[in-house]
C-alpha cells in the first residue's frame, strides 16, 4: 500500500487553476456546505442542492453558496462545470450516475468515505446501460480526511480541511482534468492530496478510521450502565477516547458496511489482543503476567507513536503550558491575546473545566524549545501559569 503526498502548497486566499466553474454541491451537510463555505470564501462560483429543503437553506444562508433547483422537468441554473457529491455513502454512486448522465460536459467528484464500493456502482451503471462505456472517466472518487462527530450544516466551517490529507482515487482510465480538479479542489480548501487506488484506500481507512470509531462506541456503549457518580469524575482520557462515538448512527452503518471486508481481520486483531489482556487479568498475580500487561501499553505507545503530526510530519511531542483562568468571560482570549504577543506558534489548544470549581485551565501545545519563552512571558504579565 502506497500514498504519494504531493507537495505544491496552496496561495491563501487565492482558488487554483483547475477548479472549472461553476460548481454544484450535491449534498450540503457537514462536508457539502464545509466545502461550499471554502470554495466560496476562496472566490469560487458555487451552486447548492439538497433533497432537504432545510439543509440546503442552512448551508445558503450560512454562505456555502447559492441554491440550484434540480428536477425531472428541467434545471434552473446554470450547468455546473464541475459536481462535488457530499451525499451520504449509499446513495452517492447514484447521484455520480445521476450527474455524469444529466450534465454531459461535467466532471464528477465524490467525497464518500469509501471508496471500492462507489466506483463499482458507477461501473454497474455501464453494465445496465445507463451510462456510456467512457462516462465513468468523468468521475473521480476521493475522500477528505477531515470530519466531525456532529453532522448537518449548523456544524459546518470553511476550514474544515486546513492541513488534512485529501485522498485522489483516480482508475487507470479517469480523465487528467478529472484528476486535476480533484487536486485543485483540496488544494483550495488547504488540504494536501494523496494519491492511491481505491482498494489502499479502504484498507488503509479501515485502520485508521473505521477501527477507531468502532473502538470508541464500544466503549462509550459500556457507559450506558455507568453511574453517575463515576461518570462525575471522568477526566480527559474518556472524552479523548469517545468523542467519535457521539458521530451519527446513519452515517456509520453506511460506512461500515461499505467497507465490512477490510474492517474484520482489523476486528480479528483487536479481539486477539482483547482475550490475551482478559486471560491475563483474570490472574494478574500469575508468573509473566504484569509482563504482559506491560507489553500490551507499550505495544500501544509503539503504535500511537507511528500517528503522524500536522501537515503528515513525523509524530512530534509538542510542550504544554497550563494556564489557569477564572471561569468567566473573556479570560481565554485574553490569554490568547497574551500568546499572541509573544512570537510563539500555538500548535495545539485545549480547555478544561474542573467540575464544581469556577476556574479553567487553558493547555497550550507548543514546540519543546519554545516552552520556556512562552512560560516567561505569560508569567510576566500576571497568568498563574502551573
Ligand atoms: N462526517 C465526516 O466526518 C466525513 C468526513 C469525510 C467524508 N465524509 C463523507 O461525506 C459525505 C457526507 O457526509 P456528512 O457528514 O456531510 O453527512 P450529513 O448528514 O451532514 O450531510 C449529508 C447531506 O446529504 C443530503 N442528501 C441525502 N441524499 C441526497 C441526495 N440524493 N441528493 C442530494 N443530497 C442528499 C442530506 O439531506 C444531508 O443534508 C458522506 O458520503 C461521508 O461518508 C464524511
Ligand atoms: O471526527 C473526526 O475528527 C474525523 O476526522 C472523522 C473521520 C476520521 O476518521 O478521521 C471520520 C470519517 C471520515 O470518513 C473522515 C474523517
Known amino acids: 500500500m502506497s500514498a504519494a503526498a504531493e507537495t505544491a502548497a496552496a496561495v491563501p486566499g487565492a482558488l487554483p487553476a483547475g477548479i472549472p466553474q461553476p460548481v454544484l454541491v450535491r449534498g450540503t451537510g457537514l462536508l457539502g456546505a464545509s466545502i461550499g463555505i471554502g470554495l466560496s470564501a476562496a472566490g469560487a462560483d458555487v451552486l447548492l ?4 429543503p432545510a439543509a440546503l437553506a442552512v448551508a445558503a444562508d450560512i454562505g456555502a453558496g447559492r441554491p440550484m433547483r434540480i428536477d425531472d422537468g428541467g434545471d434552473a441554473g446554470p450547468a455546473p462545470a464541475l459536481v462535488v457529491v457530499a451525499a451520504p455513502p449509499d446513495v452517492t454512486a447514484e447521484v455520480v450516475v445521476d450527474s455524469l448522465r444529466r450534465w454531459p460536459g461535467a466532471l464528477v467528484l465524490d467525497i464518500a468515505s469509501v471508496k471500492e464500493a462507489i466506483a463499482a456502482g458507477v461501473r454497474a451503471a455501464v453494465d445496465d446501460g445507463r451510462l456510456g462505456p467512457s462516462d465513468p472517466d468523468r ?3 476521493t475522500h477528505p480526511m477531515a470530519g466531525s462527530e456532529r453532522s448537518g450544516p449548523v456544524a459546518a466551517r470553511g476550514t474544515l480541511f486546513t492541513q488534512a490529507p485529501w485522498v485522489l482515487c483516480p482508475t487507470d482510465t479517469t480523465l487528467p482534468a478529472a484528476v486535476q480538479a480533484g487536486r485543485a479542489l483540496a488544494l483550495a480548501l488547504r488540504a494536501t492530496p494523496y494519491r492511491m487506488d481505491a482498494r489502499a484506500h479502504d484498507e488503509s481507512v479501515a485502520m485508521i478510521s473505521h477501527l477507531p470509531q468502532i473502538a470508541a462506541s464500544l466503549v462509550a456503549a459500556r457507559l450506558q450502565d455507568t453511574p453517575d457518580q463515576a461518570l462525575a469524575l471522568a477526566g480527559n482520557g ?11 448512527p446513519q452515517l456509520w452503518v453506511q460506512i461500515l458496511s461499505g467497507n465490512a471486508e477490510r474492517i474484520v481481520p482489523a476486528l480479528h486483531g483487536l479481539r486477539d489482543d482483547l482475550d490475551r489482556l482478559i486471560r491475563t487479568l483474570e490472574a494478574p498475580g500469575a508468573p509473566g503476567s504484569r509482563l504482559d500487561m506491560a507489553r500490551l501499553i507499550a505495544e500501544g505507545n509503539a503504535g500511537r507513536a507511528r500517528v503522524p503530526g500536522k501537515h503528515g510530519a513525523p509524530p512530534q511531542a509538542f510542550a504544554v503550558v497550563t494556564v489557569i483562568v477564572d471561569d468567566t468571560p473573556g479570560q481565554i482570549a485574553a490569554v490568547l491575546d497574551e500568546v499572541g504577543r509573544t512570537d510563539v506558534n500555538v500548535e495545539d489548544l485545549r ?10 485551565m487553558v493547555e497550550i501545545s507548543v514546540l519543546p524549545g519554545r516552552r520556556d519563552e512562552l512560560v516567561a512571558a505569560l508569567s510576566a504579565a500576571g497568568w498563574k501559569v502551573v
Do not use: F
Open 238 to 248: 474518556l472524552r479523548d477516547t469517545t468523542r467519535i462515538a457521539a458521530s451519527d
Open 139 to 141: 468521475h473521480l472518487g
Open 351 to 360: 480547555l478544561e473545566h474542573a467540575s464544581g470549581h469556577r476556574a479553567g
Open 49 to 52: 442542492h439538497d433533497l432537504s
